[in-house]
C-alpha cells in the first residue's frame, strides 16, 4: 500500500485548505485512512479517521467543527478540508492506513511522507 499526502502550505489564521492522500496498491479489505499531526517539538497527535469500509469519520475534539474528513473511492483518496485553522494547527500532516480507527500509531502500518501545514500571519 502506498500512500501520497499533498496539499497543505502556508494559510492565514481563519483560513482554509485541504489535504489529500491517495491510495494505492493492494490494500486490504477492511481498513481506514487516519490523519496524524506533529508540530515542532512535539509528539504526533491524531486528527481524524475515516474508514473506507462504512464510512464512519472520526475527528479528535480540537478540530471538531473545523476539519472534515472525506473519501472519493473512484479516485482512491481521501480529504481532510480545514477550516478556520489556528496557529496551533501548525504541523506536518501525515496519512496512514490500518484498522481500525484509533489514536494508536502501532496500528498503522503505512504511512504517507507528510505535508506540512503552516498557520501564520
Known amino acids: 500500500v502506498q500512500l501520497q499526502a499533498s496539499g497543505g502550505g502556508l494559510v492565514l489564521p481563519g483560513g482554509s485548505t485541504r489535504l489529500s492522500c491517495a491510495v494505492s496498491?493492494?490494500?486490504?479489505?477492511?481498513?481506514?485512512i487516519s490523519w496524524f499531526r506533529q508540530a515542532p517539538r512535539k509528539e504526533h497527535e491524531w486528527v481524524s479517521c475515516?474508514?473506507?469500509?462504512?464510512?464512519?469519520?472520526y475527528l479528535t475534539d480540537s478540530v471538531k467543527g473545523r476539519f472534515t474528513i472525506s473519501r472519493d473511492n473512484a479516485k482512491n483518496t481521501v480529504y481532510l478540508q480545514m477550516n478556520s485553522l489556528k496557529p496551533e494547527d501548525t504541523a506536518v500532516y501525515y496519512c496512514?492506513?490500518?484498522?481500525?480507527?484509533?489514536?494508536?500509531?502501532?496500528?498503522?502500518?503505512?504511512w504517507g511522507q507528510g505535508t506540512e501545514v503552516t498557520v501564520s500571519s
Open positions: 496512514a492506513a490500518g484498522y481500525p480507527c484509533t489514536s494508536a500509531q502501532a496500528m498503522f502500518d503505512y
Open positions: 475515516i474508514s473506507m469500509v462504512d464510512n464512519n469519520t
Open positions: 496498491g493492494n490494500t486490504p479489505d477492511y481498513y481506514v
